[in-house]
């Protein structure tokens, strides 16, 4: 989609679908104290990062992602770019690629802010944007890239989900409540992810 036709209210509502029907669930299963392997093993799937860990499929090797998430997540002492470094490191020594962007998703699946999740797509789009995310694997540019650049979409992206309560009756079953779907939209996680909606789609042109 060309920038000049990509609005920031499809990217909301196209995001309110994916939270309704697949990321809330895996929200809740990615962020238990003890994950199951096939929650890590359907979170790396939908987030299309699942072909960077050989052997996923075998649940001694999920196993070994799981726990080095768990292990990553409980040092709250840490900054989210440590944290996604240091689980990326952990990829590499546990006999994975050492993947940024896996180590983002995973990471956001548990706790969703304060971390911002990397994709080339994204990058791609930050650089589109005039902004300098970096060489790519580098996730600490990359967080300030994209900070910066949020802050530029953030008035239009809180205009934005201010409309979805009224496209409710449109929403497939089951729908949230009127008062829960204004709660959530308004929540910063959510707005972020409208902007990685935004990045998504305009990292994808040709």
């Known amino acids: 989609m060309h920038q000049s036709s990509l609005t920031l209210e499809f990217c909301a509502m196209r995001f309110l679908l994916q939270w309704q ?8 299963e990615v962020r238990k ?13 939908f987030f299309q990062v699942s072909r960077n860990f050989s052997g996923i499929d075998k649940d001694d090797r999920a196993l070994r992602v799981t726990r080095e998430l768990v292990n990553v997540r409980t040092q709250s002492d840490m900054h989210p770019v440590e944290s996604v470094e240091a689980l990326a490191d952990a990829f590499r020594r546990a006999k994975f690629q050492r993947n940024i962007s896996a180590a983002s998703k995973l990471l956001w699946l548990s ?14 789009a930050l650089r589109k944007l005039g902004a300098d995310p970096g060489p790519k694997g ?37 729908q949230p409540s009127e008062t829960g779907l204004r709660r959530v939209v308004q929540k910063g996680w ?3 992810r409208v902007f990685d909606i935004y990045l998504w789609e305009l990292g994808g042109e040709g």
């Open 190 to 192: 959510f707005k972020e």
């Open 33 to 45: 104290a003890s994950p199951s392997v096939e929650a890590v093993r359907t979170a790396l799937r």
């Open 138 to 174: 580098d996730y600490a540019t990359y967080f300030d890239a994209w900070k910066k650049e949020y802050a530029k979409y953030k008035t239009g992206i809180e205009a934005a989900v201010q409309l979805l309560p009224s496209a409710r009756p449109f929403l497939p079953a089951p």
């Open 111 to 124: 706790s969703r802010s304060p971390f911002k999740i990397y994709d080339d797509r994204a990058w791609i």
């Open 21 to 28: 029907h697949k990321e809330s669930k895996l929200h809740r």
